[in-house]
Structure formats: structure tokens, C-alpha cells
């Protein structure tokens, strides 16, 4: 089986676009309070990858939950570039605040929450493939929720 040839991209911040899409083949994002900035990189590598940034919505006023689920991925990481957030993880004790300059990697398939973000908060996140199920789930195991 041949692999999907891999394509030169530039995704310049002058020409940013942000939207209520995950991506340009997902109907909606994940979270009602983040907007999205897709990178190009599904395109450029044939689905393998996906890349955006995710930024808390100028005067978003509401809640910033997930609610407990788990993304069906080979691969996914964020890197925080601004503000804060708060992650619960199955198997994992406690809660995770994440700030600027922190990285974390949650492996394929492991249920996790997102608590609340700072209303700055904007991170970096790749994952593959770049077209994947999330699956809502009841509760993150190890974690009484508040």
C-alpha cells in the first residue's frame, strides 16, 4: 500500500482565519467556547496529520468544560501557548494545570476532561489522522467529578 505523497505547505499568521471548525473536513470543533486555526497540515500530508491552533473565543462568556471523552487517535499532543487549562486523566491522579511553554501528550484513546481554561488560553495541538471519532464517555475513571 502506497502511503499519500506528502506536499510543501506555509500557513503564514498574517493570513490567519479562525473558525468554529476543527477542520476543513469536521462540521464543528470540539469545544463551543474554542475557535480554530487550521494549519493546512491534513492537506498537506494526505489526512495522515492534523494541526491548528485553538484560542479561548474573544468575549466568550459560559462555561469552559469538555465533559469527559476520548479521541480514537495514533497521535496527539498540545503545546500551550497562552494562558491556562485544567485536565483530568484516566488512569492519572489529580488535576493537570497546563500554562504557557507546558506540552502535554495523552495517549490513543485515553479518557480525559477539560476542566476550564483561562479566558486567554490558546494552544498548539497535532494529531492523527487528521479525521478521527471522539467519543463522549461517563465520567473520567479515578476521578470523582466537582
Known amino acids: 500500500m502506497s502511503q499519500p505523497k ?19 473536513t469536521a462540521k464543528d470543533g470540539q469545544r463551543s467556547y474554542i475557535e480554530y486555526r487550521d494549519l493546512g497540515l ?23 468544560h469538555t465533559r469527559p471523552h476520548r479521541h480514537h487517535v495514533d497521535f496527539q499532543m498540545i503545546y500551550v501557548l497562552k494562558g491556562w487549562t485544567k485536565m483530568v486523566y484516566e488512569g492519572q491522579e489529580g488535576v493537570f494545570t497546563f500554562r504557557a511553554g507546558d506540552m502535554y501528550f495523552q495517549p490513543a484513546g485515553i479518557v480525559h476532561d477539560g476542566l476550564e481554561s483561562s479566558e486567554d488560553f490558546e494552544a498548539l495541538e497535532i494529531f492523527s489522522p487528521a479525521v478521527h471519532e471522539t467519543e463522549e464517555v461517563e465520567g473520567v475513571p479515578g476521578h470523582d467529578d466537582e
Request: proline share 2%; glycine share 10%; hydrophobic share 30%.
Open 42 to 64: 491534513s492537506e498537506a500530508t494526505g489526512g495522515k496529520f492534523h494541526a491548528h491552533v485553538g484560542r479561548v473565543k474573544p468575549e466568550f462568556a459560559g462555561e469552559k
Open 6 to 24: 506528502q506536499k510543501f505547505h506555509v500557513n503564514y499568521s498574517k493570513n490567519a482565519v479562525y473558525t468554529d471548525s476543527l477542520n476543513s
